[in-house]
Nanobody
Framework: QVQFVESGGGLVQAGGSLRLSCAAS????????IGWYRQAPGKQREYVAH???????GYAASVKGRFTISRDNAKNTVSLQMNSLKPEDTAVYYC????????WGQGTQVTVSS
């Protein structure tokens, strides 16, 4: 089963930017759609964005226009560029497959202060 390791989280002021990275345990040429998800304490994990093997993208309405997902199959990575961050973006961010999800990793913490 493919595994993912997330990195790049941190503390940022509202309006700031962060770039998250997701490293896959196997070539991303071998998997289809990969998504970013997030979970705030006491809340359900939610979908944020996804990218297909061919580069097609989709976003949750809450982040559309602010976040950009990208995929570098040569480096086996998927990134999430987050701009214009809001306090409500504070969560642990995870990457995983879009369908037939693998086990969840530890994620990377994103904290946005007012």
């Amino acid at each position: 089963q493919v595994q993912f390791v997330e990195s790049g989280g941190g503390l940022v002021q509202a309006g700031g930017s962060l770039r998250l990275s997701c490293a896959a345990s196997e070539s991303t040429y071998s998997v289809n759609s990969i998504g970013w998800y997030r979970q705030a304490p006491g809340k359900q994990r939610e979908y944020v964005a996804h990218i297909t093997r061919g580069g097609g993208t989709g976003y949750a309405a809450s982040v559309k226009g602010r976040f950009t997902i990208s995929r570098d199959n040569a480096k086996n990575t998927v990134s999430l560029q987050m701009n214009s961050l809001k306090p409500e973006d504070t969560a642990v961010y995870y990457c995983n497959l879009l369908i037939d999800l693998a086990s969840w990793g530890q994620g990377t913490q994103v904290t946005v202060s007012s």
